[in-house]
């Protein structure tokens, strides 16, 4: 039996976002890469809009993703420690995963320290320059008032002109976001702020849709775990060093051809 000694980051599942036999295959293949690191995972970190839409009302949570939520109970069984962030897609998470999984639900950013190195985690959304609109749409969305108008709605309404939504968005139409990183990206913008501040070994975001390794500074990089509709990438670190890697990349390079 290997020891639990490794640390496992991916983001932007999107589950449920497209038509139902794609989102299911892309369900199959989380779990194949969860099976993969139930052995040697000590800490799970799913960095936000893993399901493309949640709601949590007081008695009732939305259908689907059992084979998924089925094997994360299993990882925390087995004594992974979970930790889910709140994306743009999935925001409304409460306290169903604390609860039903032993899971942590961060809602802003984390700041850990492993093997002596130091991580910056979030998921992204609403941070570095502009985006004002967002910004403020965001402080609704997550406000107990705009939750509790949102409950008071029927769930076939609520949910159902959320998922009418979510089929129209550019990840449920598998559309790969394919900018060249360069200096207008919001997030390395960010990432140099934070570290004329502070000192981080890695930054680690999702929210983007683009898998990005770029060196900020000598002792710096941000990562960015890209998305699991079109890359399956997610990053591990070993107790030394953190590395950007694909899941199942041979399928995807057939794929793309
Ligand atoms: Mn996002």
New binding site residues.
């Given amino acids: 039996m290997p020891s639990r000694n490794k640390l496992y980051f991916a983001s932007?599942f999107h589950l449920g976002a497209g038509a139902l036999g794609s989102s299911r295959a892309r369900e199959d293949r989380i779990i194949r890469w969860l099976d993969t690191i139930k052995a040697d995972a000590a800490e799970l970190f799913l960095m936000?809009?893993v399901f493309d839409f949640w709601f949590e009302y007081k008695t009732v949570v939305p259908k689907g993703y059992i084979r998924f939520l089925g094997k994360l109970a299993e990882l925390t069984d087995a004594g992974v420690k979970l930790y889910l962030f709140k994306?743009?897609?999935d925001m409304w998470m409460f306290d169903y995963f604390e609860k039903e999984l032993g899971a942590t639900i961060i809602s802003n950013e984390l700041k850990i320290e492993r093997g002596g190195k130091k991580f910056f985690l979030h998921?992204?959304?609403g941070l570095g320059p502009g985006d004002n609109f967002y910004k403020l749409l965001k402080n609704f969305f997550r406000s107990r008032f705009c939750q509790w108008l949102f409950a008071r709605l029927h769930p076939n309404f609520g949910v159902g002109i959320a998922n009418y939504w979510s089929t129209n968005s550019r990840i449920a139409n598998s559309k790969k976001e394919d900018h060249k990183p360069g200096e207008q990206e919001w997030l390395v913008t960010f990432c140099r702020e934070e570290l004329q501040s502070n000192f981080y070994d890695y930054l680690v975001f999702?929210?983007r849709h683009l898998p990005l390794d770029i060196q900020m500074t000598p002792g710096s990089r941000y990562i960015n775990l890209g998305e699991w509709v079109n890359f399956f990438s997610y990053a591990v670190f070993d107790g030394e060093e953190l590395k950007l890697e694909y899941f199942e990349k041979l399928d995807m390079m057939s794929a793309d051809r």
């Fill in positions: 932007d936000g809009d994306g743009n897609h998921h992204g959304d999702g929210h």
